[in-house]
Nanobody, 124 residues
């Protein structure tokens, strides 16, 4: 079992930045691929970014490419999402997810473990 706890959400003005963190409670963190997803009210959950266990491969949704960066620190059992140039359309509940696989994936059905989410609100 893997427990994931997100933090770092908040309210920010358009153009601002936030860094989300997701801490995992597992002794085998390094073998998990991690992903970030988001869900806005009335919309389906969508992928944001994902990173392989060795951090040599990443995935980004087109809507965040060039603005968001995913990274991980296996020594701290933590994955990060640096979000820059935030837009009002980035407003959503952001979830961290984990799967025991080598490659990153943008498909939420590929992930076995989910956090409770952290809210991000971007004002115009």
């Amino acid at each position: 079992q893997v427990q994931l706890v997100e933090s770092g959400g908040g309210l920010v003005q358009a153009g601002g930045s936030l860094r989300l963190s997701c801490a995992a409670s597992t002794r085998t963190f390094s073998i998990y691929t991690l992903g970030w997803f988001r869900q806005a009210p009335g919309k389906e959950r969508e992928p944001v970014a994902a990173i392989s266990w060795s951090a040599d491969r990443t995935y980004y949704a087109d809507s965040v490419k060039g603005r968001f960066t995913i990274s991980r620190d296996n020594a701290r059992n933590t994955v990060y999402l640096q979000m820059n140039s935030l837009k009002p359309e980035d407003t959503a509940l952001y979830y961290c997810a984990a799967r025991r696989a080598l490659a990153p994936s943008g498909l939420h059905n590929d992930y076995n473990y989910w956090g409770q989410g952290t809210q991000v609100a971007v004002s115009s």
